[in-house]
């Protein structure tokens, strides 16, 4: 390891270890347990400018992925914000289900343990390409080249999907205010094809990001690449905790999920035409 590589991942890792005593620390004074979550698209492009401002000289693959890091950043910030997670009150309602399910002691370990420390080293380790690629000097190629437009390409994926998440969203609370039938849960757009489709994209930058590390290295088998395996993991998780929520809540999920495909796009099982108890026609988020 070089000096600035080592000197690089010290600053991230002190970084990492002051976020998680801050959220530890601010989940214990306010009852709210999403600090980390306020903290998930910030951290990972700081530590990619970390690494990429360690390169001397420069190394255009690590400006482009600080880049990258960033324009992830910056869309992940303004979607969590525009759906009030920054507010008071803006807690995951992940979080509030685990306390319902688990007693106070074990959700204190669990607040401590995951929420707080786990979650703020895998925003460090899903970063480590860049460390990776500052320990191999090497050049920009067609290879990094095409990593970096498949990360576009996800990068819009995430953006449309969101997007119409947040239409659905906000037609729900306007049918709401009418009195009208609950469409309850988004199934048309992307979401005819993925049941979160919006994962999968996240997913997926993350995979480039490492490709960047393992292009570097010459194999795929570093530490670069944990953090794309531990953050599909994550993900896999979070999906189970919300799919037994949403059919708790939702009559119809059930077969929903028999015929959309949970996280990778795919042509449906067959036609995902559900209907809502109430409600005339299904729920379609560009209807007139």
Same mark, same amino acid.
């Given at each position: 390891?070089?000096?600035?590589? =080592?000197?690089?991942?010290?600053?991230?890792?002190?970084? &990492?270890?002051?976020?998680?005593?801050?959220?530890?620390? @601010?989940?214990? =004074?306010?009852?709210?347990?999403?600090?980390?979550?306020?903290?998930?698209?910030?951290?990972?492009?700081?530590?990619?400018?970390?690494?990429?401002?360690?390169?001397?000289?420069?190394?255009?693959?690590?400006?482009?992925?600080?880049?990258?890091?960033?324009?992830?950043?910056?869309?992940?910030?303004?979607?969590?914000?525009?759906?009030?997670?920054?507010?008071?009150?803006?807690?995951?309602?992940?979080?509030?289900?685990?306390?319902?399910?688990?007693?106070?002691?074990?959700?204190?370990?669990?607040?401590?343990?995951?929420?707080?420390?786990?979650?703020?080293?895998?925003?460090?380790?899903?970063?480590?390409?860049?460390?990776?690629?500052?320990?191999?000097?090497?050049?920009?190629?067609?290879?990094? @080249?095409?990593?970096?437009?498949?990360?576009?390409?996800?990068?819009?994926?995430?953006?449309?999907?969101?997007?119409?998440?947040?239409?659905?969203?906000?037609?729900?609370?306007?049918?709401?205010?009418?009195?009208?039938?609950?469409?309850?849960?988004?199934?048309?757009?992307?979401?005819?094809?993925?049941?979160?489709?919006?994962?999968?994209?996240?997913?997926?930058?993350?995979?480039?990001? &490492?490709?960047? #590390?393992?292009?570097? &290295?010459?194999?795929?088998?570093?530490?670069?690449?944990?953090? &794309?395996?531990?953050?599909?993991?994550?993900?896999?998780?979070?999906?189970?905790?919300?799919?037994?929520?949403?059919?708790?809540?939702?009559? #119809?999920?059930?077969?929903?999920?028999?015929?959309?495909?949970?996280?990778?796009?795919?042509?449906?099982?067959?036609?995902?035409?559900?209907?809502?108890?109430? =409600?005339?026609?299904?729920?379609?988020?560009? =209807?007139?």
């Amino acid at each position: 390891m070089t000096e600035a590589a =080592a000197s690089a991942l010290l600053i991230c890792l002190v970084i &990492a270890g002051l976020a998680s005593a801050a959220a530890w620390l @601010l989940s214990l =004074a306010t009852r709210d347990y999403s600090w980390v979550d306020r903290a998930w698209s910030i951290l990972p492009a700081v530590y990619l400018w970390i690494f990429a401002l360690a390169a001397d000289p420069p190394d255009a693959r690590l400006l482009v992925l600080a880049a990258l890091g960033t324009l992830w950043g910056v869309r992940l910030t303004l979607n969590f914000a525009r759906k009030g997670g920054y507010r008071p009150g803006g807690e995951d309602y992940r979080w509030a289900e685990l306390r319902r399910r688990m007693s106070p002691r074990r959700f204190a370990v669990v607040n401590l343990v995951f929420i707080s420390v786990t979650q703020n080293l895998l925003l460090l380790m899903i970063a480590l390409p860049g460390w990776i690629v500052l320990q191999h000097p090497g050049r920009f190629g067609l290879p990094e @080249l095409a990593a970096t437009a498949l990360f576009l390409a996800f990068l819009a994926g995430e953006s449309v999907a969101d997007q119409q998440q947040w239409r659905f969203q906000q037609e729900r609370r306007r049918l709401a205010a009418q009195g009208a039938a609950d469409p309850g849960f988004l199934r048309s757009g992307l979401f005819r094809f993925s049941r979160h489709p919006n994962y999968f994209f996240e997913i997926a930058q993350w995979w480039t990001v &490492a490709a960047f #590390g393992a292009l570097a &290295a010459g194999t795929l088998l570093q530490q670069g690449t944990l953090g &794309a395996v531990l953050l599909t993991l994550l993900f896999v998780g979070s999906i189970a905790l919300t799919e037994s929520i949403s059919m708790a809540r939702h009559p #119809g999920y059930t077969a929903y999920r028999r015929e959309v495909w949970p996280l990778v796009p795919w042509l449906p099982r067959r036609p995902a035409d559900i209907r809502v108890p109430g =409600a005339e026609d299904p729920f379609r988020p560009d =209807a007139p």
